[in-house]
């Protein structure tokens, strides 16, 4: 990185560090916090957050790879059974042309 980059991400930093020092100022957050310890804090958040969300995806994938397996049987169990309803009488009227689920 050439030094103007260089000088450039120290402006971007020392600037959000202001930034988030008037707003640790504007809540007193002095009286409990240091600078380093609420930045280190934050840091520990959004790692956590980071972890509880890939493994909330991986569970929201496991779970509709699950519901795939087993769409086919369910689909050909619920028209079975919807088809023999419609032969016996069970449901009022006549079966509907083309019905199909899922």
Same mark, same amino acid.
């Given at each position: 990185?050439?030094?103007?980059?260089?000088?450039?991400?120290?402006?971007?930093?020392?600037? !959000?560090?202001?930034?988030?020092?008037?707003?640790?100022?504007?809540?007193?957050?002095?009286?409990?916090?240091?600078?380093?310890?609420?930045?280190?804090?934050?840091?520990?958040?959004?790692?956590?957050?980071?972890?509880?969300?890939?493994?909330?995806?991986?569970?929201?994938?496991?779970?509709?790879?699950?519901?795939?397996? !087993?769409?086919?049987?369910?689909?050909?169990?619920?028209?079975?059974?919807?088809?023999?309803?419609?032969?016996?009488?069970?449901?009022?009227?006549?079966?509907?042309?083309?019905?199909?689920?899922?």
């Amino acid at each position: 990185m050439s030094l103007d980059g260089k000088i450039f991400v120290e402006l971007i930093a020392l600037t !959000y560090l202001s930034h988030v020092k008037m707003k640790m100022q504007d809540a007193g957050l002095f009286t409990k916090w240091t600078l380093q310890g609420l930045l280190d804090e934050l840091d520990a958040i959004v790692m956590m957050s980071r972890l509880l969300q890939q493994t909330l995806v991986e569970a929201a994938r496991e779970f509709f790879v699950d519901v795939m397996d !087993y769409q086919e049987p369910l689909r050909i169990m619920l028209e079975t059974s919807l088809n023999k309803k419609f032969e016996c009488g069970v449901v009022g009227g006549s079966k509907p042309s083309g019905l199909t689920f899922l």
